[in-house]
């Protein structure tokens, strides 16, 4: 099983511009999320998915939308892009909201 | 607003010794607490899951217990190794604001061979 996949690795963007984060899981899990880790702050929650169809807003949203394509994917989009929101990004799932969450590998963004 | 702390920020021990990570929170309605470890430059990987109902959990070398009461969960690893060397994070999912996890800041740890 690849788990929960993340398209791109690596991303250098300017300010201004737009980019979509891409995330799917193989795990048929209900929820799923976006996070992004800072130094000194740690992982904090962007986006959430409590199961396919729904979407609420985390700790940090501003400046993000999502999209919950389907079951498996899990998209979060950047309209336009500042360096505010240089950081690793991460998507995770889980069966549901109360289980155990698995992440994928990262997203790292700079944006100058 | 629920709060998680993890200290030491950073450890570092000689190989065989057992680590002791210690993480407190300051609500106790939780649903869960979940230890996560994370490699440089890697996504996590889930260690051990405890529900609120339980005092403990092990796998392997690791265990975790849960006091609710005093908002506190300690990681133990056994017969520590190098290949231990690695960011621990605990998690706790919360009751209110839509079972959200809040993350600690993490224990870097490094095993020295």
């Known amino acids: 099983n690849a788990g929960v996949t993340q398209t791109p690795k690596f991303q250098v963007l300017k300010t201004g511009q737009s980019m979509t984060l891409q995330c799917a899981q193989d795990?048929?899990?209900?929820?799923m999320y976006w996070y992004r880790q800072d130094p000194g702050m740690g992982l904090r929650l962007i986006y959430y998915?409590?199961?396919?169809?729904?979407?609420d807003k985390g700790e940090v949203p501003n400046g993000y939308n999502v999209s919950r394509l389907n079951k498996r994917e899990f998209s979060l989009r950047l309209e336009s892009a500042a360096p505010s929101q240089t950081s690793v990004y991460f998507c995770?799932?889980?069966?549901?909201?109360?289980?155990?969450?698995?992440f994928g590998p990262g997203t790292r963004l700079l944006v100058l | 607003k629920q709060e998680v702390t993890q200290i030491p920020a950073a450890l570092s021990v000689p190989e065989g010794e057992n680590l002791v990570l210690n993480c407190s929170f300051t609500d106790s309605a939780i649903y869960n607490l979940q230890w996560f470890r994370q490699d440089p430059g890697k996504g996590l990987t889930s260690l051990l899951l405890?529900?609120?109902?339980?005092r403990e959990q092990t796998s392997g070398r690791l265990n975790a217990s849960l006091d609710k009461s005093s908002g506190r969960s300690t990681l133990y690893i056994a017969a520590s190794q190098p290949g231990d060397s690695a960011t621990y994070l605990c998690a706790v999912l919360i009751k209110a604001a839509g079972n959200k996890l809040t993350f600690g800041g993490g224990t870097r740890v490094l095993v020295k061979p």
């Open positions: 405890i529900q609120s109902s339980q």
């Open positions: 998915s409590a199961s396919e169809g729904t979407t």
């Open positions: 995770a799932s889980s069966q549901d909201r109360q289980e155990t969450q698995y």
């Open positions: 795990m048929n899990h209900n929820s």
